[in-house]
T-cell receptor
C-alpha cells in the first residue's frame, strides 16, 4: 500500500486562484518532506525541503512567497501555490523518508496542476 | 556540474531480453547512496533498488540488479527478462550523507532514460 499520500491528484483552475496540495506520510513520522516540480519529459527538480516545526528550505530560484510550504505535523506537509498563473502549470510531487541513509524516499502519486 | 549523468535519453529493448540503463555519478563524499526509480506515464515514482557506497555486493531485487563499479563511479541498472510493463522513465538518483550522520537527505536526480519494451 501507499506509504505517502498526495492530494489532489489533478487540479484545473482559473488564473489567480490559490491551490493547496497535501502530502501525508502514512507509515512513519517524517520530520522532513520534499517538494519537487517536474515539467513534461524532464527530471524532477527539487523546490524545497519541508521541515516539521520550522521554516522550509527553498532551492535557489524558487519563490517562497509563491510556493508556501507548511509542515505543521510529523505526517503532513502542504504546498500552496498562491495566485497561480498558467506558467505554474506543472506536475508537483512530494516525498518523505526516514532519517536513515539506506531508506528510499517514498513519493506521493503527484498532482497535475493546470492553470487556465 | 551534473552530479548524476544518464547518457541514454531513450532505449528500446525486445520483450524478454535484458537491458542495461547507464548511470554515472560525481561525488567527493565517501558515504553516499544510489537509487533507481521507475516513473510510468501515470506519474508516480516507484522505488526499484538501492546501493550503498560501502556495500560490498551489487544490489539485486527480483529482475532488477545494479552493476556498481565504484572506481568508475557508475551504477548501471540491469533489467532482466523485460516485460511490456517495464516501459517507463527510469531515474538514477544519489543521496549524499551529511557529515553529522543524520538529518535530511536530499536526492539528486539524473535526467532519466525512457525505456520502451517492444513486443
Amino acid at each position: 500500500g501507499a506509504v505517502v499520500s498526495q492530494h489532489p491528484s489533478r487540479v484545473i483552475c482559473k488564473s489567480g486562484t490559490s491551490v493547496k496540495i497535501e502530502c501525508r506520510s502514512l507509515d512513519f513520522q517524517a520530520t522532513t518532506m520534499f517538494w519537487y516540480r517536474q515539467f513534461p519529459k524532464q527530471s524532477l527538480m527539487l523546490m524545497a525541503t519541508s521541515n516539521e516545526g520550522s521554516k522550509a528550505t527553498y532551492e535557489q530560484g524558487v519563490e517562497k512567497d509563491k510556493f508556501l510550504i507548511n509542515h505543521a505535523s510529523l505526517t503532513l506537509s502542504t504546498l500552496t501555490v498562491t495566485s497561480a498563473h498558467p506558467e505554474d502549470s506543472s506536475f508537483y510531487i512530494c516525498s518523505a523518508s526516514q532519517p536513515y541513509s539506506n531508506q528510499p524516499q517514498h513519493f506521493g502519486d503527484g498532482t497535475r496542476l493546470s492553470i487556465l | 556540474a551534473q552530479k548524476i549523468t544518464q547518457t541514454q535519453p531513450g532505449m528500446f529493448v525486445q520483450e524478454k531480453e535484458a537491458v542495461t540503463l547507464d548511470c554515472t555519478y560525481d561525488t567527493s563524499d565517501p558515504s553516499y547512496g544510489l537509487f533507481w526509480y521507475k516513473q510510468p506515464s501515470s506519474g508516480e515514482m516507484i522505488f526499484l533498488i538501492y546501493q550503498g557506497s560501502y556495500d560490498q555486493q551489487n544490489a539485486t531485487e527480483g529482475r532488477y540488479s545494479l552493476n556498481f563499479q565504484k572506481a568508475r563511479k557508475s551504477a548501471n541498472l540491469v533489467i532482466s527478462a523485460s516485460q511490456l510493463g517495464d516501459s517507463a522513465m527510469y531515474f538514477c538518483a544519489m543521496r549524499e550523507l551529511p557529515s553529522s550522520g543524520a538529518g535530511s537527505y536530499q536526492l539528486t536526480f539524473g535526467k532519466g532514460t525512457k525505456l520502451s519494451v517492444i513486443p
